[in-house]
């Protein structure tokens, strides 16, 4: 048996690094707003329930699960309000069947990464499979090979350091449409998992701080690098957002904004020829507002297009109403600052928004 465990050792040592990640939180350039700062600590405590999921619960690549890694009440790097996100730890150099129905949600994608968030913050896809790359059954049936060598029929690439499996499914209208259920397992494996093994749990209790604080601090500078361009949509390079595991048919447009409670951003932009768009309002940490209570994102099918096309999103305190002519709220939630992304999937072009601050009497 593992001394560190028996001992208690392992447990105090985790305990202290998760300890110390609360210096993120508290570094001088960070918001020292009550309220930002409660959500940091609310944060860390999130990113530790989400990697002890990941790093001790689904560790047996003999025997994977499907877990969700961001959900309504765990968030990480600007999580999609629209997107549900299912994830399974694998280990590269095995066989894996991914077997399912899809529901009725617009977009499906399959990615398998080398993902190094507790590490380096970064993630390399090994393979990915497209909605329209699948041969689906005739009732939405699907089954998927995933493995270094390449199979007839649906195949998933993997190297052999891919460590985990993503798939990601898009609504339009997440009050009407239903995402699929899939499963994976192993293709030659064991036929029962072993016992618990003390060393795995050490690592996994070692991987799951190393995780949080890598992620916090990953967001973080990601928040400090949008905040030297505040109120404006610029053109960063999209390799920033594929390193960290962001899809490779989307474009990605982060902006930090930052308002006061008598002003408005008026955001405004012709969107382009694309399967699917969205925009959201996400805090200092990079979460996405609370999508289940305020109105906080907006996408192609339910925002309201001006005659002319474009689209113009206003963000604030209050909502000024149709009156004004304000048809795509989006809720500021009582805050002053925080980040902001607009999501282009598959689209002709990729145009940035332009951006101003108005008081908002002027539009109301």
């Known amino acids: 048996?593992?001394?560190?465990?028996?001992?208690?050792?392992?447990?105090?040592?985790?305990?202290?690094?998760?300890?110390?990640?609360?210096?993120?939180?508290?570094?001088?350039?960070?918001?020292?707003?009550?309220?930002?700062?409660?959500?940091?600590?609310?944060?860390?405590?999130?990113?530790?329930?989400?990697?002890?999921?990941?790093?001790?619960?689904?560790?047996?690549?003999?025997?994977?699960?499907?877990?969700?890694?961001s959900h309504e009440t765990a968030k990480i790097g600007a999580d999609n309000p629209d997107s549900y996100y299912l994830n399974a730890q694998i280990n590269g150099a095995n066989d894996y069947r991914i077997t399912g129905t899809r529901g009725s949600l617009e977009y499906f994608s399959i990615v398998a990464n080398a993902m190094r968030y507790d590490s380096d913050g970064t993630a390399q896809a090994t393979g990915s499979l497209m909605d329209e790359d699948i041969n689906w059954g005739p009732n939405g049936e699907l089954e998927i090979v995933a493995s270094c060598n390449e199979q007839e029929g649906n195949w998933l690439k993997l190297e052999p350091d891919a460590n985990i499996i993503i798939v990601r499914q898009n609504a339009l209208d997440r009050e009407s449409e239903k995402p699929g259920e899939f499963q994976i397992e192993r293709i030659g494996g064991p036929a029962s998992p072993e016992p618990l093994n003390a060393g795995t749990l050490e690592r996994g209790l070692q991987t799951t701080a190393q995780f949080v604080k890598g992620v916090a601090n990953t967001f973080a500078d990601w928040t400090r690098m949008f905040a030297e361009y505040p109120n404006s949509f610029h053109g960063f390079?999209?390799?920033?957002?594929?390193?960290?595991?962001g899809a490779k048919d989307l474009f990605y447009a982060h902006s930090y904004w930052k308002l006061e409670p008598d002003e408005a951003w008026v955001i405004e932009v012709m969107p382009p020829q694309c399967d699917y768009w969205n925009f959201q309002l996400n805090n200092w940490w990079m979460e996405s507002m609370d999508y289940r209570f305020a109105q906080v994102t907006v996408n192609k099918h339910s925002a309201k297009l001006e005659s002319d096309g474009s689209l113009r999103i206003i963000v604030a305190a209050r909502d000024p109403g149709p009156k004004a002519g304000v048809v795509n709220w989006i809720d500021s939630c009582g805050q002053r600052q925080g980040t902001a992304l607009l999501r282009w999937q598959d689209a002709q072009e990729n145009p940035l928004p332009d951006a101003r601050i108005v008081k908002l009497e002027e539009i109301a």
């Open 1 to 69: 048996m593992n001394d560190a465990v028996t001992s208690g050792k392992a447990w105090r040592d985790f305990c202290d690094e998760l300890k110390s990640a609360g210096d993120i939180i508290l570094a001088d350039d960070a918001p020292d707003d009550p309220h930002l700062r409660a959500e940091g600590f609310r944060y860390l405590s999130r990113l530790t329930k989400l990697a002890l999921e990941q790093y001790v619960e689904a560790t047996d690549t003999d025997f994977p699960f499907f877990y969700k890694l």
């Open 237 to 245: 390079d999209q390799q920033i957002y594929q390193k960290a595991g």
